[in-house]
């Protein structure tokens, strides 16, 4: 016995010291469980699979503007040898991601916040960060165990997590969250990077503050907001500016880049919030102009909408509630597939009409040695598609939530209100203020209702009481 657990001991010691590598930033050994091409293989998979989620923003000038300086911000980072490419998604939250191998994302949302070129390029290095100390690839060893799954800032439990999250392990990584060291370490990056590519990396701590009020203003989005995939250490502005003052010194930078209209001038006209045409949340109701459809989201419970799925989940994370599109033409094949895919046993099966659409009820559950899960399944055939209805919880807490589950499912419906079916999309609009005043005073010049001062406030990293001179350009939104 003792002989055996030697020969085990000096196996897996030769796998630990195989499965050491040197930290490209710190110079320093660490524990990690795959090579650079296994990273490099891991965001090729990932990155159609993230595209195909979210979708691409179409905007040809901004595109050019954050792979020009994405590339030259990779040149001089830790890992130049990489092939690095810079995306922005078509989403309207506030994130910026990236996954192993250099592949780096914005959202729409992100660009429309930030307020210039210096304030890009500091969360753009802090990203690069992310990859040049092979943070996602100590995160991956970290979770080898297991993970909780996130769904619009909910944690989920992990039975029904498996139900909400994508499948894939490439999307898996858009869910994982960083400590605060790689957070911290990250965001040293971001200035050392950006300052050496000329910019004032002080713009990034004014750009914390930004994320800090949008994250106290309570919005919401389709994967984990920036503040909580990138957790918000204390004094993170402060630490930041010191940091960015060593750097100014150090370089020598007598007059480091902000470049403030330059970058406006790229967002002017950028799309702001839902985008109309891929659906959009109104008062509770969720309406698909392109598709013609609307039904229902649970009150009080969170939302996230993808070109893949809608998602839907109370705050205590033990149910979910998706929409998706079946990968089937018939009522009864989609069942099947279900209950196939999700290895589940059919509890009761039934047709019905929905608002005179043609549908199936299934109820399903699947059991596991560590739950019983229930499933409320309702399939809806509508405009040539069949729509999927998927609410799930454990067993035990399936009464608590099977009413939520009927009410949004059985009032899917044909969306036929003008109103909703011709909605545009807002975009950001940037104007020259031609009066001096306060924000305030310059928003009501502007005709912007008061209600969204304070939101527009947060889109300019301004405050309310601010004074704006004239000639100053600001962001409003409008159609």
């Known amino acids: 016995m003792q002989k055996a657990y030697l020969i085990l001991t000096a196996v897996m010691m030769g796998i630990l010291l195989n499965s050491c590598s040197v930290n490209p930033v710190t110079g320093k050994k660490q524990l990690v469980f795959m090579s650079e091409d296994q990273e490099v293989a891991m965001g090729q998979q990932a990155d159609p699979e993230i595209i195909a989620m979210f979708g691409l923003y179409q905007d040809p000038t901004l595109q050019k503007f954050i792979d020009e300086k994405g590339q030259q911000m990779a040149k001089i980072s830790h890992r130049p040898n990489l092939k690095y490419e810079f995306k922005i998604v078509d989403s309207p939250i506030l994130n910026a991601f990236a996954v192993p191998g250099g592949y780096v994302y914005f959202t729409r949302g992100i660009m429309a916040h930030f307020n210039n070129e210096a304030e890009f390029a500091g969360v753009l290095g802090h990203e690069i960060g992310h990859i040049t100390a092979r943070h996602s690839v100590v995160q991956q060893r970290n979770q080898i165990l297991g993970q909780i799954g996130l769904i619009a800032g909910i944690v989920l439990v992990p039975e029904i997590a498996q139900f909400a999250e994508p499948a894939s392990a490439g999307l898996q990584l858009l869910m994982m969250r960083f400590g605060r060291d790689a957070e911290r370490q990250s965001d040293d990056l971001g200035v050392e990077y950006s300052s050496k590519i000329g910019y004032d990396a002080r713009q990034m701590g004014n750009f914390f503050n930004t994320l800090e009020r949008q994250s106290g203003a309570g919005g919401e989005g389709a994967v984990p907001e920036f503040l909580s995939t990138h957790p918000s250490p204390a004094n993170r502005s402060r630490d930041v500016a010191k940091l960015a003052d060593e750097w100014i010194a150090k370089l020598n930078l007598t007059n480091p880049d902000v470049n403030r209209n330059s970058y406006l001038d790229k967002i002017d006209g950028l799309i702001y919030g839902d985008d109309p045409k891929q659906g959009y949340l109104e008062n509770n109701v969720f309406y698909h102009p392109e ?57 009761s099966r039934s047709n019905l009409t929905i608002n005179g659409l043609p549908a199936l009820e299934l109820v399903a559950d699947q059991v596991s040695e560590s739950a019983t899960m229930r499933t409320l399944n309702y399939f809806i055939q509508y405009g040539g598609a069949i729509y999927h209805f998927l609410g799930a919880s454990a067993s035990a807490d399936y009464n608590s939530y099977v009413s939520a589950f009927q009410n949004t499912s059985k009032q899917f419906r044909a969306l036929t209100d003008a109103s909703k079916l011709n909605k545009k999309a807002e975009r950001v609009r940037v104007k020259s203020v031609a009066q001096a005043g306060t924000l305030k005073q310059v928003l009501n010049s502007f005709s912007m209702p008061a209600a969204r001062h304070e939101e527009l406030a947060i889109l300019n990293g301004m405050s309310l009481s601010e004074q704006v001179a004239k000639g100053t350009k600001i962001k409003i939104v409008g159609q």
Do not use: C, E
């Open 291 to 347: 598709l013609k459809f609307q039904f229902p989201v649970p009150q009080g419970w969170s939302y996230s909408n993808t070109p893949q799925a809608v998602q839907m989940a109370p705050k205590d994370g033990k149910a979910v509630l998706m929409m998706t599109l079946a990968p089937a033409n018939a009522l009864n094949a989609a069942a099947d597939s279900t209950l196939s895919r999700y290895q589940m046993t059919t509890v």
